[in-house]
């Protein structure tokens, strides 16, 4: 029997460098054409999409599902989700990309979003879905005195309006609270750098049987799911912050700096030092 080829998992789609932003959008022009309009199957571990689809013809491939929705058209994409797309050339809309940790108050389990946000959802755009993903992307494109709780605000506008036209049959995702909890404990405990089995023992699971809940949840095992929290915050204290690097691996929980360069390195496929030059550092 022939070995089946595994669904990639990306950052964004084709690349494998965390961002450590509060969001990305671009259009869909931007990254589509330059791959003939087709964006082959494909998840993120940690990412909640968003599409909006102004105008063109798009086959879009969910979960093993096929649909062909007309547009204007919103999508509602939540970490895991194996999806692609096949736009017709010229498609004109945007693709917001929101690292679900980043938003705990639309995103968590506790949240009046969250669990609706947690399903595929495809459905007609909402009026007023253009000039907010226009306005989105300008101020994500800024760097203003109020950025963050503008992009904040703008964000929770597009979700809810969506969720608020999402037809009542949109099935339930496929997310498991207890990956939830398993997120929440690395966020909470991320310095102290705790061994799977005291993660696994908070609750009260085998280290088997949290890996198994990871693959199904993000495509990865527990361990790896911990290393990408970890590049994750260090990315963003190398982006924003002017903290010497041997500060961040400390900041980290990291005793030896040599040693978190090197993981950042392997994870990243750079060096801290590059990584932030690549912001202007």
């Not at 080829?5 to 969001?23: A, K, R």
């Not at 969910?62 to 058209?73: F, W």
């Not at 903290?243 to 750079?270: C, E, I, N, T």
Request: include cysteine; aromatic fraction near 10%.
């Amino acid at each position: 029997m022939a070995a089946q080829t595994p669904i990639p998992v990306w950052q964004l789609y084709g690349e494998d460098i965390p961002f450590p932003d509060l969001l990305h959008i671009e259009r869909i022009v931007d990254r589509a054409a330059g791959l003939d309009w087709t964006i082959a199957p494909h998840r993120h571990a940690h990412l909640h999409q968003i599409f909006y689809l102004k105008s063109g013809d798009v086959v879009f491939q969910v979960d093993g599902r096929t649909l062909h929705p007309a547009t204007p058209v919103v999508l509602n994409l939540p970490p895991g989700s194996v999806h692609g797309f096949s736009f017709s050339a010229g498609t004109d809309g945007y693709v917001l990309t929101l690292p679900v940790r980043d938003h705990p108050a639309i995103f968590g389990a506790d949240s009046r979003t969250g669990p609706a946000a947690a399903q595929v959802l495809v459905c007609d755009a909402p009026e007023g879905s253009e000039a907010r993903f226009e306005t989105l992307l300008r101020d994500w494109s800024g760097r203003g005195p109020f950025r963050e709780v503008e992009l904040r605000a703008q964000v929770a506008l597009i979700l809810c309006a969506l969720l608020a036209a999402a037809p009542d049959s949109a099935e339930p995702g496929a997310s498991d609270p207890r990956f939830a909890r398993f997120e929440a404990l690395i966020q909470a405990n991320l310095r102290d750098h705790w061994p799977l089995e005291r993660f696994a023992a908070e609750l009260a699971l085998s280290v088997r049987h949290l890996n198994r809940i990871c693959q199904a949840a993000a495509g990865q095992s527990a361990s790896a799911c911990i290393e990408a929290r970890m590049v994750h915050e260090a990315c963003r204290l190398l982006a924003y912050t002017r903290m010497p690097v041997q500060q961040v691996a400390w900041q980290l929980g990291f005793a030896d700096p040599s040693y978190f360069s090197r993981a950042f390195r392997r994870r990243v496929g750079r060096s801290p030092q590059d990584y932030r030059r690549g912001f202007g550092g």
